[in-house]
């Protein structure tokens, strides 16, 4: 284990996972959360927990543009929080007033990964209502493409790898975030 796991950290700011389906915000952001001593947050799970549905029955009832006013509306909820790790779905980062309460209240992190490694994550999976289409690794491409651009814009990349595990990852993440003292404060336990 590398030595910032051995760490406390005081964390100024959420820390906002963003990045594609599959790129491990949700299973890294937890394990940077059990790393730093903080809570951890998914954001889809709040939204689910609020509307009492499932994010692909939300998608199916009220679609996109109601599953995006929810998922704003429980980022600023989120945000406004004690600091903690908070996993986003793939889309979140693409609005621009979602990335400016990023901006004033947290800090983001992408968690780039390649197609591949994206695909060989999420292809088996049936909760993904973006993906349920006659081509599915053409649609994940297609949003890779489309999305990357906006990821980009987040204030920390972390590239993702097949093999490295999560707790790797999560050591990845913490040692990006010890770069910024406005957002992590490291001392010895």
């Known amino acids: 284990m ?3 796991c051995h760490l406390s950290a005081g964390l100024h700011k959420t820390v906002v996972m963003v990045g594609m389906m599959g790129a491990g915000k949700t299973a890294v952001g937890t394990a940077v959360s059990r790393l730093l001593r903080v809570p951890f947050v998914d954001s889809d799970a709040e939204i689910e927990e609020a509307s009492n549905l499932r994010i692909a029955e939300i998608f199916e009832r009220h679609g996109e543009e109601f599953f995006r006013l929810k998922e704003t509306q429980v980022l600023a909820r989120l945000l406004d929080g004690p600091p903690s790790i908070l996993s986003t779905g793939g889309g979140a980062w693409l609005s621009a007033q979602n990335r400016d309460l990023v901006r004033e209240r947290g800090i983001a992190v992408w968690l780039r990964a390649e197609l591949e490694v994206l695909w060989a994550r999420v292809r088996h999976k049936s909760t993904r209502p973006l993906l349920r289409t006659a081509n599915p690794k053409g649609t994940l491409k297609a949003l890779c493409e489309a999305r990357e651009p906006a ?7 972390v590239c993702s790898k097949s093999d490295l595990s999560v707790e790797q990852m999560a050591t990845r993440v913490v040692e990006a975030l010890a770069g910024r003292p406005d957002v992590l404060e490291r001392r010895r336990a």
Do not use: M, N
């Open 151 to 157: 990821y980009a814009l987040a204030d920390l990349t």
């Open 2 to 4: 590398s030595r910032c």
